[in-house]
């Protein structure tokens, strides 16, 4: 294995990369709402690589289709795998992978870069500065993954968190945009629980941290800006597709009652929901 991590390294070295290596790699499961209240909840499955001054929260699935679309090799078994999928009447292959976020800290420049797509797979991509919140620490602790856990309360980006971390592992990160706290995040939800993180596996591991890939693909944006268009994207989503098949578009609940396809930000919102407020 350490062979394997230093050719991959090289490699990127040869193509002008400076890879980052992690110290430990972790699995989360993110539980979330799905675009209506009465459907299942989802789960998708990442992975933070990190080490003291950089890492890259990602889902290992997107990440895999996604480098297989940036080379026309890639596109090539993309193409094989979805005939095998079809002959073997599995129908199309579903190559949309399991959450689009992925979400890179540098700490050595202080800021976080946040890569995501909406609805209709437009990619966008932004900068913000690292920061946590104003944690509360409590009287609280239990165990997580054979951890002690702290746990502590703040407001970030217009939702109250719950979080639980651990002191006893020196990497102070945790999943997606979440810091701020003297060790690694290993459970964290949001006020009634719309949003869950939970750590599933904890590994002292070195690996390359890669770079994201088909950037060029991002248009360049603000966090807010992305919040508000993907949101009005989602509140007129029937007369989108609409005008995009020249046909009215009508969707109907399981009452038979016509309804829009996403439910309203008022009854399932964004992890952030700050950009609700008019600017100053």
């Known amino acids: 294995m350490r062979k394997f991590v230093i050719v991959v390294v090289l490699l990127f070295a040869s193509l002008g990369v400076l890879a980052e290596v992690s110290d430990i790699v972790v699995g989360y499961e993110l539980e979330r709402p799905a675009e209506k209240k009465y459907m299942p909840r989802v789960v998708n499955q990442y992975l933070l690589l990190a080490n003291g001054e950089f890492s890259k929260f990602y889902s290992p699935r997107t990440e ?87 746990k502590v309360k703040g407001d970030y980006h217009g939702r109250k968190w719950t979080v639980w971390f651990s002191p006893e592992i020196p990497v102070h990160n945790g999943p997606w945009k979440l ?48 919040l508000r268009v993907a949101r009005h994207k989602m509140d007129n989503a029937a007369n989108i597709l609409g005008s995009v098949f020249g046909t009215q578009i009508i969707v109907n609940g399981p009452d038979g009652e016509e309804e829009k396809m996403f439910d309203s930000a008022s009854v399932l919102d964004f992890m952030e929901t700050d950009y609700h407020k008019k600017p100053k």
Do not use: H
């Not at 800021?111 to 104003?134: A, S």
């Not at 006020?191 to 994201?212: D, H, L, N, S, W």
């Open 64 to 150: 895999y289709f996604d480098s297989l679309k940036s080379t026309p090799l890639g596109l090539k078994r993309l193409e094989e795998m979805g005939n095998v999928s079809i002959d073997a009447g599995n129908g199309v292959l579903n190559t949309d992978g399991d959450g689009f976020m992925y979400v890179v800290k540098d700490r050595r420049k202080g800021k976080l870069t946040y890569y995501d797509r909406d609805w209709m797979q437009t990619k966008y991509v932004y900068d913000e500065p690292i920061e946590g919140c104003f944690w509360e620490v409590t009287d609280s602790t239990k165990t997580i993954l054979g951890y002690e856990c702290i």
């Open 179 to 226: 810091d701020g706290v003297p060790g690694l995040i290993l459970e964290a939800s949001t006020q009634g629980g719309e949003y869950i993180f939970r750590a599933t596996g904890i590994e002292e591991k070195k690996m390359p941290i890669g770079p994201v890939y088909l950037v060029k693909e991002y248009e360049r944006t603000s966090r807010i800006n992305f």
